[in-house]
């Protein structure tokens, strides 16, 4: 079945250094893509929506210098924390629709840790 | 824009014992609704989701959930809880543009 594949499922970066996150689409094309982000304890929050060959659409607060992302192709987008701060420390997940079934597929989750 | 309101942060119930876990939307159509757990340290495993249809929907590991369109909410509900339940769970509602907007979780303890 149709899966997201993310990758890396856990990280830990130094202050003020940069961290790509990628998320690629087994076995079906991911037009859209979102990216949520989880502080512990908490719900998952909708930080951007990304769609293939166009710029991202992020949610109110979210800084999109900080956080970039691309989506070139129909199965890859990409998340980069820029000059990452602890407080970037986070639960990264991408979810995307199938195109063929009416599912939403997640990604398995990155967790990012700033020291 | 849609919501999701679970009013339970946290539920302890014993093991054996029934479970139900509340989940209220806002959504100005008919909504797409999903039940996720997440065991500590783990991403999302999807248990149940609806579109349409039949309004009681059927989820892996013995979860159903209702969908009541008059009182705008999707209850999950297992009828016999085992310790490995233990988890968060996060009710979802997704509109037409696919975006998924999540409640805050309520926490299931399992007490043997």
């Known amino acids: 079945g149709a899966v997201v594949s993310q990758h890396p499922s856990w990280v830990i970066c130094k202050s003020g250094t940069s961290v790509k996150i990628e998320c690629r689409s087994l076995?079906?094309?991911?037009?859209?893509m979102f990216w949520y982000r989880q502080f512990p304890k908490q719900s998952l929050m909708l930080m951007a929506t990304s769609n293939e060959g166009s710029k991202a659409t992020y949610e109110q607060g979210v800084e999109k210098d900080k956080f970039l992302i691309n989506h070139a192709s129909l199965t890859l987008s990409t998340l980069t924390v820029t000059s990452a701060h602890p407080e970037d420390s986070s639960f990264y997940i991408c979810?995307?629709?199938?195109?063929?079934?009416?599912?939403?597929?997640f990604g398995q989750g990155t967790r990012l840790t700033v020291v | 824009a849609q919501s999701v309101t679970q009013p339970d942060i946290h539920i302890t119930v014993s093991e054996g014992a029934s479970l139900e876990l509340r989940c209220n939307y806002s959504y100005g159509a008919t909504p797409y609704l999903f039940w996720y757990v997440q065991s500590p340290g783990q991403g999302l495993q999807l248990l149940l989701k609806?579109?349409?249809?039949?309004?009681l929907v059927q989820g892996i590991k013995g979860f159903e959930a209702e969908f009541k369109r008059s009182q705008s909410s999707f209850n999950l509900r297992k009828p016999s809880v085992h310790w490995s339940d233990a988890a968060e769970y996060f009710c979802a509602v997704g509109a037409r543009d696919y975006k998924l907007s999540f409640g805050a979780g309520t926490t299931v303890t399992v007490r043997a």
């Open positions: 609806y579109f349409s249809g039949d309004t």
């Open positions: 979810i995307s629709w199938g195109d063929r079934v009416l599912e939403a597929f």
């Open positions: 076995d079906f094309q991911a037009t859209t």
